[in-house]
C-alpha cells in the first residue's frame, strides 16, 4: 500500500481540493442540549482553505488504497503515529460486496443510495462506500476521528453526498449515551471518567419525506435506499450500543428501503434477547439471514468477495446463544475463562472474540456474494465458529 505523509511545516502534498457541495463536521460544543444541533452536521471547512487543519507537531498520513472488485483507488487519512487496521481487509471486501455497487435507482439522478455507518474510526470503509459512489453518512461520536475522517472526505472530493454526524445512533434523540469507561492508565489510581455523546434515531434523519434539510444541507435525498446499513459500534460504545441503533432505526427498516444490514451480536446478558427479537421480526418482513461468525476465529474461510455468508434463521441464532450461555456459566463457575462484550480470556491469559457479525438482506443477498447454506456450528476450546455442513458430510 502506497502513502504520503504530510507534516505541518514540510509541505509534501498540497492538494488543490475544494470543498464539495456536502461538508463533513467536527463535533459541536458538548455543553449543548439542543436536541436539534445532533441532527445538524457542523460544516468545519470554507472554499479554498484545503483539507488539512493540523496544529503545531502535529503529522498526517494518507494511505491510496484500491476498491476490491475494480482499478478504483481512493485515499484514507490517519493521524502520525496513530495504529493502523490490521487484518482487515476480508471485512472491508465483504462489506464493499454488501454495497453491491451502490446501484442508482429509477428515481432520478440525485438518489444516490446510501451507506450508513454506525461506529468509531472506520475511515477505510466510509472512503471505500464513497468511491463506489454510495451517498455516505457516518455516525461517530469521538471527535478525533471525526476530524480526520473530515480530511479523508475533502481530498476525495465525493461527488456524491458524504456526511459526518458528531453523535452515536441511538434508540431515541435528545438524550445523552453513557459511553463504557476507558481502562485508566498503568500508574493510575484514579477511576476512568464515563463520557456522555449525543444520541440520535436514525429514524429523525432517514424515514424523511425528500428534500428534508439538516444542518442546512438542503440537496441531499435522504429518503433514497439504503444500499447498505452497517452497526458494529460494540468495541467503542459496549454490546448495547448495537440494540439501541436498531431500535433507533425501526421505522426505517419497516419501509423496506434497506437493502443490507450488516450488524455485531455480542451475545451478552442483557441485549442479546431483544436483538434476536428485532432480527425476527425482519425475517417476518421479508429478509433473508445469514452470518459470518467470530472474525477472531482461524477456521473461517476468505474469498475474493471476503468471508463466505453462511444462511441461517432466527431459531439458529437462538440455539447459538442458548449454547454460548451454557458454555459461559460452566467456564466462569470453574475459573477456566472470564467474559466481557464479546470477549473472553482464560487463565492462560489468551483471548478469543465470540461475537458474530450477523447479516440482513432484503428478498436475496447480493449477487457477487458468495453464500452457503445453514452451517454446522462448532465449539471447541472456548471457541466457536459456523462450518460448512458439505465440509462436516466429507469429513464424515
Known sequence: MKFLCLLLGIVLLRPAVSVGHVRGAHLKNAESNDAASVLEPAKSLTAGRGCFELAPGEGLTVHSMKQRHSNTTFLVTRASGEAEPVGQQALWATLETLMGGCKRTLDGPDSAPWFVDVGVGEHEVAALASSLGCATAVFDPNAHDAKTLEMTRCINEP????????????????????????????????????????????????????????????????????????????????????????????????????????????????????????????????????????????????????????????????????????????????????????????????????????????????EKMNVKEKAKLRFKNGQWWPEDAKKVDVQK
Open 159 to 366: 461527488k456524491e453526498p458524504f456526511v459526518i454526524f458528531p453523535a452515536l445512533a441511538a434508540a431515541e434523540d435528545g438524550k445523552k449515551v453513557a459511553l463504557p469507561p476507558k481502562a485508566p492508565a498503568a500508574n493510575s489510581t484514579t477511576p476512568a471518567a464515563i463520557e456522555e455523546v449525543d444520541g440520535v434515531a436514525l429514524d429523525s434523519i432517514f424515514a424523511k419525506d425528500g428534500g428534508t434539510s439538516h444542518g442546512g444541507i438542503d440537496d441531499i435525498k435522504w429518503s433514497a435506499p439504503i444500499s447498505l446499513l452497517k452497526i458494529m459500534p460494540r468495541t467503542c460504545c459496549g454490546s448495547g450500543a448495537t440494540l439501541a441503533a436498531l431500535q433507533g432505526a425501526k421505522s426505517l427498516l419497516q419501509t423496506g428501503r434497506v437493502r443490507c444490514l450488516v450488524a455485531e451480536m455480542g451475545f451478552d446478558k442483557n441485549t442479546t434477547g431483544p436483538l434476536l427479537q428485532l432480527l425476527h421480526d425482519l425475517e417476518h418482513e421479508g429478509y433473508r439471514l445469514g452470518h459470518i461468525g467470530p472474525l477472531d476465529s482461524p477456521e473461517l474461510e476468505i474469498t475474493d468477495s471476503g468471508y463466505p455468508i453462511y444462511e441461517t434463521d432466527f431459531r439458529q441464532l437462538r440455539e447459538l446463544k442458548d449454547m454460548l450461555k451454557k458454555i459461559r456459566k460452566f467456564d466462569e463457575r470453574s475459573g477456566y475463562r472470564a467474559y466481557h462484550d464479546g470477549l473472553s480470556l482464560d487463565k492462560e491469559g489468551h483471548y478469543f472474540e465470540y461475537a458474530d457479525i450477523v447479516v440482513a438482506c432484503r428478498g436475496s443477498f447480493p
